[in-house]
């Protein structure tokens, strides 16, 4: 069994010692919040669970705290990828709910699967998920002073369980001062992806990550017999030819790990049990 989490790059958020240490404490706990889940869950179940909590931390670009877009406005897209049956599913700029992963986990049992806009928001109040204001005055000072710059912020996490299933699950608040309607990476097969032989969850600027296709790249080469190692930087290779901005983490069915970004510092923390380690 293992899990790593991601959540975001540094540059979404103030560079302060205090910063940096608070988000290093909040790591750490849901990494291990998450792999205690995991002892008794499927890699799925568990991974919602994990970004459910980057969600609810306002640390994090996800869920409370997700930026405002140009507008004023606050959209959110979360997905949510099964290694073992290979479904996928998501909501992309759905509004006013707390945990947009798990709308996307309550699609994974309907046929329409990923769902945006008005359609997701409708969803949402039609399966009983309560109106949720995700901005937090932080968030607000910023869109009012015309202060934040573009965002790279996203939360992941991705899982491997004690059956040797594999699945991971993206959310995003956003960018930050967007055209209403654009859309990220996280709720596509770009930004978030697995197989039975690997998952991959991505972070960065969404556009730059489905111009790669980073994600299914990773796993699809992986699945054709790289090492994850090789299939990262292949990948990896390819976005420095528009330079690219991502970051991503991955674990294969092996349980190996591999992380990697194109521009510093994307912050994540890989646990199996007994090793816990922040990389940032």
Known sequence: MKLLIHGGFFSEFSQSTETKLAKQA?????????????????????????VEQLENDPLFNAGIGSQI???????????LMDGNTKKFSGVIN????KNPIRIAEHLMGVDD?????????????????EAFSTEIPDRRAEFEAKRA??????????????????????STGGKGFEIPGRISDSA??????????????????????????????IVTRVSDGFSIEKA????????????????????????????????PKIVFAAYDGDNFTVFQ
Do not use: P
């Open 232 to 263: 990262f930087n292949k990948t990896f290779d390819e976005l420095k030819e528009f330079d690219g901005f991502a970051g991503a983490i991955g674990l294969d069915k092996g349980g190996g790990i591999y992380w990697q970004e194109s521009h």
């Open 149 to 170: 710059s573009h965002g790279t912020g996203t939360v992941g996490c991705v899982a491997l369980d004690q059956d040797g299933k594999l699945a991971a699950a993206t």
């Open 94 to 97: 759905v509004q006013q709910v």
């Open 188 to 217: 596509t097969v770009a930004g978030n992806y697995a197989n039975a032989d690997c998952a991959v969850s991505c972070t960065g600027v969404g556009e730059d990550i489905v111009s790669g296709a980073v994600a299914s790249k």
């Open 113 to 129: 699967r990923v769902l945006g806009g008005e359609g997701a928001n409708g969803y949402a109040v039609k399966n009983g998920f």
């Open 69 to 79: 877009q140009s507008d004023g406005v606050i959209r959110m897209s979360a997905s």
């Open 26 to 50: 909040a790591m750490e706990r849901i990494a291990k919040s998450s792999f205690d889940f995991l002892k008794t869950h499927s890699a799925l179940e568990t991974v919602v669970f994990a």
